[in-house]
T-cell receptor, first 109, second 113 residues
Framework: TQLLEQSPQFLSIQEGENLTVYCNSS?????LQWYRQEPGEGPVLLVT?????EVKKLKRLTFQFGDARKDSSLHITAAQPGDTGLYLC?????????FGGGTRLMVKP | NAGVMQNPRHLVRRRGQEARLRCSPM?????VYWYRQLPEEGLKFMVY????????ESGMPKERFSAEFPKEGPSILRIQQVVRGDSAAYFC???????????FGQGTRLTVV
């Protein structure tokens, strides 16, 4: 069974602070995806990383895939209240996505 | 271009009843995935289907749960004789091919009373 561990599980910060969310596994994935989920909605894809060591930027969000393709991180610069939500990482292997448990982020104004 | 459509959005069933959850994939998508999300948890894979075929059902409970994706019409996740532990949000995702990005619907929230 492939497991993805996300940390931290909960994060409450003030507007303007920086934060990093981690996604770790002992398994190798062909790709890794980051999603954001709002209450009562389905996950929305933010980014897909495929190559070991790959870094992708999406405005204030920076995503990195580990060299061995076993782990990933999401860094948010100058967080805003609109960033509040549940962030999920998911590793692709075979026919399925294996999801981490999620990081619930709250950004206070 | 409509996204993945799931209905109903909310479903309440009494213990022992049947629940039928529907998923219409995005236009041009022939691959459908079902996931279950318990409160405050991540998503757990249940089943992967293509038109008229079940490709991977390794995440499906052995009893009471079944899924289909007929040639015409939506994919159906069927839960027979529901129990309280089946209460969860059920999400469907679709993709064009097995190696392309999958897009999620808004989910069906099942409550068993």
């Amino acid at each position: 069974t492939q497991l993805l561990e996300q940390s931290p599980q909960f994060l409450s910060i003030q507007e303007g602070e920086n934060l990093t969310v981690y996604c770790n596994s002992s398994s190798v994935f062909s790709s890794l995806q980051w999603y954001r989920q709002e209450p009562g909605e389905g996950p929305v894809l933010l980014v897909t990383v495929v190559t070991g060591g790959e870094v992708k930027k999406l405005k204030r969000l920076t995503f990195q895939f580990g060299d061995a393709r076993k782990d990933s991180s999401l860094h948010i610069t100058a967080a805003q209240p609109g960033d509040t939500g549940l962030y999920l990482c998911a590793g692709e292997a075979g026919n399925m996505l294996t999801f981490g448990g999620g990081t619930r982020l709250m950004v206070k104004p | 271009n409509a996204g993945v459509m799931q209905n109903p959005r909310h479903l309440v069933r009494r213990r022992g009843q049947e629940a039928r959850l529907r998923c219409s994939p995005m236009k041009g998508h022939s691959h459908v995935y079902w996931y279950r999300q318990l409160p405050e948890e991540g998503l757990k894979f249940m089943v992967y289907l293509q038109k008229e075929n079940i490709i991977d059902e390794s995440g499906m409970p052995k009893e009471r749960f079944s899924a289909e994706f007929p040639k015409e019409g939506p994919s159906i996740l069927r839960i027979q004789q529901v129990v309280r532990g089946d209460s969860a949000a059920y999400f469907c995702a679709s993709s064009r091919n097995s190696d392309t990005e999958a897009f999620f619907g808004q989910g069906t929230r099942l409550t068993v009373v």
